[in-house]
């Protein structure tokens, strides 16, 4: 068992070094690989439980393929090429990999932050073709529509709800908007199905989101101070919170403590979780707190198995 506790700090932050991850491959849009950032092999245990199916489809016909989650992905007949440009025929395979739960991103590393702001996620998803090894993209004047289950009223469509991005840099991952994208909230167009849907049209093979600001009239730094066993090489911490579909790393370190990249909501409840590999054994945390500079709980790391870890996961509001 591992202890740590939440305090007001006053340190430098620094970013990670790129060779201290674990690649994992699983997605980017140029080398077919996904970089998930977490240290030691947590990456690598976690990634065979995020939501990831992979079809066999003929290139030249259109497609209705659905997700394990129920995304709903319509792929237009010959609508992919090689990375000559040339078409390609006979089957393909699509790869379809959802995060639509808080979970899911912290599985595979993914905060709801876009341009240093905290974002509120509809849910996130990736796609990739391949024929043979050979990564493919998507045809000139090609697009795929992707629907996202929605449940909610379509008479409270969140303001400001925009399409984005994934982007992967040396030390993270981050959301840029599509300019001059459309989301829209409505029902699926595949045939004999009446749910509503967020859509999108997806035109390159990268991850896509759906995200509206966060609002709050108060916001403040989050320091949280840790022992020596717990750092930067062999953790991962999160903040997800309760009332939102929202997620931000606590991932600037420096010797002593994290602290989250940005300004969080003041006063807000979340469930803090952290996940530790320390000599080959796996620690993991859930504590619920609330948001502020200065918090005196104690935080107490267990050790926990990775399907433990992932019931943790899966049980997040």
């Not at 991932?251 to 994290?258: A, H, K, Q």
């Amino acid at each position: 068992m591992i202890l740590l506790f939440l305090a007001s700090l006053c340190f430098t932050a620094c970013k990670k070094e790129y060779d201290e991850y674990t690649l994992l491959e699983t997605s980017t849009e140029s080398s077919g690989e996904v970089i998930n950032f977490m240290p030691g092999s947590l990456g690598e245990q976690l990634s065979p439980s995020v939501p990831t199916i992979t079809l066999n489809i003929e290139a030249a016909e259109a497609c209705e393929c659905q997700g394990l989650l129920g995304t709903n992905v319509l792929i237009p007949e010959n609508a992919f090429v090689d990375q000559e440009g040339l078409s390609v025929d006979g089957i393909i395979d699509v790869e379809i990999i959802e995060a639509l739960t808080k979970g899911d991103l912290i599985r595979t590393n993914r905060s709801t932050l876009a341009n240093g702001q905290l974002m509120i996620s509809s849910g996130g998803v990736f796609l990739k073709a391949r024929k043979g090894e050979e990564l493919l993209q998507l045809a000139e004047g090609k697009e795929i529509r992707i629907e996202l289950p929605f449940t909610g009223d379509p008479a409270t469509q969140y303001p400001g709800l925009k399409l984005y991005t994934g982007v992967t840099t040396e030390t993270g991952f981050d959301w840029e908007e599509v300019e001059d994208s459309e989301v829209n909230i409505g029902e699926t167009q595949v045939i004999g199905e009446t749910d509503l849907k967020y859509s999108f049209n997806f035109s390159s093979t990268d991850w896509y989101a759906c995200l509206h600001p966060y609002q709050s009239s108060q916001w403040t730094d989050f320091n949280l101070a840790t022992p020596s066993t717990i750092n930067d090489k062999n953790s991962a911490l999160f903040l997800s919170f309760k009332d939102q579909f929202s997620l931000v790393q606590i991932s600037e370190y420096s010797e002593g403590g994290f602290s989250t990249p940005i300004q969080v909501p003041a006063g807000v409840e979340v469930t803090l979780i952290g996940l530790a590999e320390i000599d080959g054994q796996f620690y993991a945390t859930s504590t619920d707190i609330s948001l502020a500079e200065s918090i005196s709980e104690a935080i107490v790391f267990e050790s926990m198995t990775i399907e433990s870890i992932n019931e943790l996961l899966d049980s997040l509001e």
